[in-house]
Structure formats: structure tokens, C-alpha cells
């Protein structure tokens, strides 16, 4: 589903303003740490601007940051060290472009209201799911699980849907076939679901 990425190997994304530095959008993978993200994005926008905004990587200990700047907003990858790395540098700059062409309105705002990026994390995911899944998985709800930053609107109903169908006895095809949604889709809510423990598997 993600071209030979492997996503247990990516620790977040993140999303700055190229002007202020400001973080616009985080998303934590599997192996995330719990930090001061504001603080991290300041840091790391420092760095950048000390090198002349050329810097493309840093690389520490077994730890990689691939950076990527845009028009308007820069891209940031924290990973572990991997094989081949290029793949992982496309898939940041395929989403950050679509970042850009799709916030274009409200990165132009420079208003401070950074909760309208929140959708387009769904668009990350569906790009480079939060967990690794096998269409063969058994989904099963658990008794609960944790917050889901990015449940609102569209994104909330089909979470719902999905969770409905988890029922332990189908497979994530049986579900994606069933509910007609778009497979990317899918294999995206389902890794959210994972991530923040509302379903697991059989």
C-alpha cells in the first residue's frame, strides 16, 4: 500500500511555517515520544535558518530529520536510518506539495489559526499510514481508546462506520468491500483507529 515504505520507521511529520517558523501540523507515528512539539519545530526551524535554509537532513546516532521547503511551509520527516532514504524524501515532498496546493487559502491568511490544517492530516495518512496493516487482519473494537486529534467532520462519520464494522469477524477487505469506501481511505482510518487503540486484531 505505501510503495515499499516501511511507516514503523517514521516517527512524525511536521508541517512549519517558512515565515514564523510556527508548527501548522503534526503528525505522531509509531515510536513518537511525547515532547514539546512547538519547542521541537522552533528548533529545528532555527537550525534551518542558521544553515540558509539549505540544509535537506540531519542525521544523528541512528536518527534521521529530512527536511523539504515549499512555497509557503516546510516539510519535516523524523525517522529512523533506513536503506533508501530517497523513497522517504518522495513521499515528503509529494505530500507537502499537495499540503500547499490544498491550505493554499489559509497559509496565504498568516492569521494564526492553525485548526483549519487539521483535515489535511487525513491526507498525510492516507499517503503514509500510521501503522503497518494487512488487508487479511481481523479488526476487533477495544473497551476504548485514546483521542483522536483529528475527529471532526467527514473524517469523524467515517471512523464511525469503520468501527461499526469492526466486529472481529471481518477483514479489512471484507470491511473496504462492504462499506465501498475508497481503499486508501480505508487502510488510513483504520491505521488512526490502530494508532490510538480503538481497534485491534485478530
Same mark, same amino acid.
Given at each position: &500500500?505505501?510503495?515499499?515504505?516501511?511507516?514503523? +520507521?517514521?516517527?512524525?511529520?511536521?508541517?512549519?511555517?517558512?515565515?514564523?517558523?510556527?508548527?501548522?501540523?503534526?503528525?505522531? #507515528? !509509531?515510536? $513518537?515520544?511525547?515532547?514539546?512539539?512547538? &519547542?521541537?519545530?522552533?528548533?529545528?526551524?532555527?537550525?534551518?535558518?542558521?544553515? *540558509?535554509?539549505?540544509?535537506? &537532513?540531519?542525521?544523528? $546516532?541512528?536518527?534521521? #530529520?529530512?527536511?523539504? +521547503?515549499?512555497?509557503?511551509?516546510?516539510?519535516?520527516?523524523?525517522?529512523?536510518?533506513?536503506?533508501? *532514504?530517497?523513497? #522517504?524524501? !518522495?513521499? =515528503?515532498?509529494?505530500?507537502?506539495?499537495?499540503?500547499? +496546493?490544498?491550505?493554499?487559502?489559509? =497559509?496565504?491568511?498568516?492569521?494564526? !489559526?492553525?485548526?483549519?490544517?487539521?483535515?489535511?492530516? =487525513?491526507?498525510?495518512? +492516507?499517503?503514509?499510514?500510521?501503522?503497518?496493516?494487512?488487508?487479511?487482519?481481523?479488526?476487533?473494537?477495544?473497551?476504548?481508546?485514546?483521542?483522536?486529534?483529528?475527529?471532526?467532520?467527514?473524517?469523524?462519520?467515517?471512523? *464511525?462506520? =469503520?468501527?461499526?464494522? $469492526?466486529?472481529?469477524?471481518?477483514?479489512?477487505?471484507?470491511?473496504? !468491500?462492504?462499506?465501498?469506501?475508497?481503499?486508501?481511505?480505508?487502510?488510513?482510518? &483504520?491505521?488512526?483507529?490502530? #494508532?490510538?487503540?480503538?481497534? *485491534?486484531?485478530?
Amino acid at each position: &500500500m505505501t510503495e515499499s515504505v516501511d511507516v514503523s +520507521k517514521i516517527r512524525h511529520i511536521m508541517f512549519l511555517g517558512i515565515e514564523a517558523g510556527e508548527l501548522l501540523l503534526y503528525v505522531p #507515528y !509509531d515510536g $513518537s515520544t511525547e515532547v514539546n512539539y512547538d &519547542m521541537r519545530a522552533a528548533l529545528l526551524r532555527a537550525i534551518m535558518q542558521f544553515s *540558509e535554509d539549505s540544509l535537506s &537532513m540531519i542525521r544523528w $546516532s541512528n536518527f534521521i #530529520y529530512m527536511f523539504h +521547503k515549499g512555497d509557503t511551509s516546510i516539510g519535516l520527516m523524523g525517522m529512523s536510518s533506513v536503506p533508501d *532514504e530517497e523513497i #522517504y524524501r !518522495d513521499k =515528503l515532498v509529494k505530500i507537502l506539495h499537495s499540503f500547499e +496546493k490544498v491550505c493554499r487559502t489559509p =497559509l496565504a491568511a498568516q492569521d494564526g !489559526d492553525i485548526r483549519r490544517f487539521k483535515n489535511f492530516a =487525513l491526507e498525510i495518512i +492516507k499517503e503514509l499510514p500510521l501503522v503497518n496493516l494487512s488487508l487479511d487482519s481481523v479488526p476487533r473494537l477495544t473497551e476504548g481508546g485514546d483521542r483522536i486529534p483529528w475527529r471532526v467532520g467527514e473524517v469523524d462519520v467515517s471512523l *464511525e462506520i =469503520l468501527q461499526h464494522a $469492526s466486529n472481529g469477524k471481518r477483514t479489512i477487505q471484507e470491511i473496504m !468491500d462492504m462499506t465501498r469506501m475508497p481503499p486508501r481511505d480505508v487502510i488510513a482510518l &483504520m491505521s488512526i483507529l490502530a #494508532y490510538f487503540s480503538w481497534i *485491534e486484531f485478530d
